[in-house]
């Protein structure tokens, strides 16, 4: 795989190093975790679903983090000294495990369950009013002299 350098765009550009580092992650030529295997899915118009399948792991073993548009997912078994069980054949993953998933601006966390060893984590993409399109009015003539944005009170002259 080519490698990218992206340093020409850092000296002429600001406030895009998330994107940056994104890109610099994305065409890394480091090996790509694939455990534990998981599904991104879209639930509504801004609502989305990870699946992650964590066969053997309960909810104790299991901690979500966010923090700066990273979700991060950690798993570790705890073992249980009372247990002592001769395991002929081990198919079944018991390895810890750290999944990172970038989130876009505005994604947040709405709540976890784990049901049958699959991890659901919901997410849903709330973009506040300010940062939203608005509609700005364009006036002819006099009224031109004083720009009105929608949602204000014009000034009698």
Do not use: C, W
Not at 42 to 47: M, Q, W
Not at 61 to 79: H, P, Q, S, W, Y
């Amino acid at each position: 795989m080519r490698q990218f350098d992206l340093a020409p765009l850092y000296r002429s550009t600001v406030g895009f190093d998330r994107l940056f580092s994104a890109l610099d992650q994305f065409v890394s030529t480091d090996a790509v975790p694939t455990y534990p295997p998981y599904n991104i899915e879209r639930t509504g118009e801004n609502a989305y679903r990870i699946t992650v399948a964590v066969a053997g792991f309960t909810d104790s073993d299991l901690a979500i983090e966010v923090k700066e548009n990273a979700l991060t997912l950690k798993g570790e078994r705890k073992a249980d000294p009372s247990k002592t069980v001769e395991l002929l054949h081990q198919g079944i993953a018991a390895r810890g495990f750290e999944r990172r998933f970038q989130l876009a601006d505005y994604v947040q966390v709405t709540g976890a369950v784990l049901e049958n060893g699959l991890l659901h984590i919901d997410l849903v993409r709330e973009i506040p009013e300010a940062k939203k399109p608005r509609q700005i009015q364009i006036a002819t003539g006099r009224a031109a002299a004083a720009p009105v944005i929608e949602g204000t009170a014009r000034q009698a002259a």
